[in-house]
């Protein structure tokens, strides 16, 4: 007999849960509703909600679309998508996370006070192409610079000022790494200040969730595979108990692993449903 635990602090973060309610909301009216990209990074939740009514459009369909009701997910947009929907009579349904809300408002802010006669980069600590990232760029017109790596950091201007900003899901260590390397790289002429914009309801999953990942024989990590959040968390998993396993889905459970544990750990995401993690959870005991 196995036992199996799903984690208590995994599941959908705050900025999720309220852009799914509020879809919900909203198709529960009998209205098209719009999403523009993914709601959230499940592919299993996408499907329920197209089940719904959601339909999900990407840029160019939401460029063309008119006298129409769209919901912006949590992730945020870029000022031109506002522009947009005032353009073509599109009420927009706004889930952007306070988090990231307040995010682009403090990148803005940098963006439009002047620099006098000083050169002043602003840089985002983060994932090239992520719709998060997207939005807090185009809070700069396009001229912030996206570092992803550390070693990316090489490029930056070091006899310019500098401001450091961080997506909210990343690893609150690996920025660490960034801010030192550049206090230890910057011009004595030039200035550097960073924000610690990482939201600790997602940084504090990490010592939760290695913590569970070390208290049970086997575990897994159920996961959209397009999930930044989710890929950081899976790595911290591993890292604790190399018997992890990353899944979409109840239906890529690999029985076999099931025969020499005897303690099973299931976890997730921020984008992970509680009612996908369930649904593995009685594929294992054979519901």
Not at 67 to 74: D, F, G, I, P
Request: glycine fraction near 6%.
């Amino acid at each position: 007999m196995h036992n199996i635990e799903i984690d208590k602090s995994s599941g959908f973060c705050f900025g999720v849960t309220t852009a799914i309610r509020k879809a919900e909301e909203e198709l529960a009216k009998g209205e098209t509703l719009y999403c523009l990209g993914d709601i959230v990074h499940n592919g299993q939740e996408c499907e329920r909600l197209k089940g719904l009514g959601l339909i999900t459009i990407d840029h160019e369909e939401f460029s063309r679309l008119k006298n129409a009701k769209v919901l912006l997910r949590a992730h945020g947009e870029p000022p031109q998508t506002y522009e947009t929907a005032r353009r073509n009579n599109i009420e927009i349904i706004d889930a952007t996370c306070p988090v990231v809300l307040r995010l682009q408002k403090r990148i803005k802010q940098e963006y439009d006070t002047p620099a006098g006669n000083r050169k002043k980069q602003i840089v985002i600590y983060g994932k090239k192409g992520h719709a998060e990232v997207l939005g807090l760029v185009g809070q700069t017109n396009g001229e912030a610079i996206v570092i992803e790596k550390l070693d990316e950091a090489e490029r930056l201007d070091f006899s310019t000022d500098i401001r450091l900003y961080s997506q909210t899901t990343k690893s609150l260590d690996k920025f660490r790494e960034l801010v030192a390397y550049i206090e230890n790289h910057i011009s004595p002429d030039a200035s550097f200040q960073y924000f610690d914009t990482i939201c600790r309801q997602v940084a504090n999953r990490m010592p939760n969730i290695r913590e569970f990942a070390a208290s049970h024989d086997l575990i897994f990590f159920v996961c959209g595979h397009k999930s930044s959040n989710g890929k950081i968390l899976f790595q911290e998993c591993r890292k604790v108990n190399p018997n992890s396993y990353q899944i979409d889905r109840p239906e890529e459970i690999d029985r076999t692993l099931l025969e020499k544990a005897r303690s099973i750990g299931i976890c997730g995401a921020t984008s992970t449903p509680k009612w996908l993690m369930e649904a593995c959870k009685k594929v294992i005991l054979n519901e």
